[in-house]
């Protein structure tokens, strides 16, 4: 589920950033690059190099529907998990905290990324030690991002029944899948505003 969205992040930020027009193929590529086009914001300045629409801004697209639906998960989910009022109470800080490691670890996912698809391009000049000691860098977030994620979702589980652990995952999935429905509307109808419901 994380990796799922995490692969789409990578791909509409090396779109933004004009990585995607490398020879070199994006993570998660076959094609998906092309569906990471989306409204910038009134004002915003396009992204760099040609390989994007001009005023595109993939990462304002991909910020807006993250945003909009991990607030509502913190919303929906007393009656999505029958969850009494002390467990929700108690739910919210601990889902919050989940949110904003995924978001971090996505961010520092993304930068390791496009790191190497700049460093990989056709002609760019990297030595291999250079290379070696990024590629660690981003295996080593991988493993951490799995350690931190398992503890903190240990954290929600804590004041989950068994039922409601189960009700959580199934929520979650879903919660992704509309995550994925909502970006791909929202890039397939440039300058129609806000993300639609």
Do not use: C
């Not at 004009?18 to 989306?38: F, H, K, L």
């Not at 971090?104 to 790191?115: E, G, K, S």
């Not at 189960?166 to 109808?189: G, I, P, S």
Request: charged content about 20%; glycine content about 8%.
């Amino acid at each position: 589920m994380f990796r799922r969205f995490g692969a789409l992040i990578v791909v509409a930020v090396l779109a933004g950033s004009g990585v995607a027009g490398a020879q070199t193929p994006p993570v998660g590529a076959s094609g998906a690059a092309d569906q990471t086009a989306a409204p910038a914001p009134a004002g915003a300045r396009g992204p760099r190099g040609g390989s994007t629409q001009p005023g595109v801004n993939p990462m304002a697209a991909l910020n807006q529907v993250q945003n909009m639906l991990d607030g509502e998960v913190l919303v929906r989910a007393q009656v999505a998990l029958e969850l009494s009022d002390a467990q929700w109470q108690a739910f919210v800080p601990k889902m919050h905290d989940l949110q904003q490691l995924r978001i971090q670890h996505q961010h520092d996912r993304v930068q390791l990324i496009n790191a190497l698809a700049q460093a990989t391009k056709p002609g760019a000049a990297v030595d291999e030690t250079t290379l070696s000691a990024r590629v660690k860098a981003l295996d080593d977030l991988e493993a951490q991002m799995g350690t931190d994620e398992r503890v903190a979702l240990a954290a929600v589980d804590s004041i989950l029944t068994v039922y409601q652990r189960a009700r959580f995952r199934v929520f979650e999935e879903n919660n992704e899948r509309e995550k994925l429905r909502l970006l791909a509307k929202v890039m397939a109808a440039p300058g129609r505003g806000p993300v639609p419901k």
